[in-house]
């Protein structure tokens, strides 16, 4: 069964930087789209970020251009959110997901991490 695992979550205060990363389970994985959603109390999940697997397409949502990065290593089955500048409007559970094809909807992702919480303070 395939997992995804992320890590690199905490408390930060705003401005700082944090770096997430999410490992799966399974190298198949390395073909699909990886993803980033976030999800804060009370609202909806919603996009972040997402990479082909060559790396060569990437999408952000509007709030985070310019401030976040993501990125692969296929060779580790792996993937990174680079989070600079964070704001405190970015303290959410952030989930990684791995789908099909390049989508800023949930149901177009099939698999899912368990979330890692990322908070800023003021």
């Known amino acids: 069964q395939v997992q995804l695992v992320e890590s690199g979550g905490g408390l930060v205060q705003a401005g700082d930087s944090l770096r997430l990363s999410c490992a799966a389970s399974?190298?198949?994985?390395?073909?699909?789209?990886m993803g980033w959603f976030r999800q804060a109390p009370g609202k909806e999940r919603e996009f972040v970020a997402a990479?082909?697997?060559?790396?060569?397409?990437?999408d952000y949502a509007d709030s985070v251009k310019g401030r976040f990065t993501i990125s692969r290593d296929n060779a580790k089955n792996t993937e990174y959110l680079q989070m600079n500048s964070l704001k405190p409007e970015d303290t959410a559970v952030y989930y990684c997901a791995s789908g099909p094809g390049l989508s800023r909807t949930v149901r177009a992702y099939d698999y899912w991490g368990q979330g890692t919480q990322v908070t800023v303070s003021s």
């Open positions: 399974q190298r198949t994985l390395s073909r699909n789209v």
């Open positions: 990479i082909s697997w060559t790396g060569i397409l990437t």
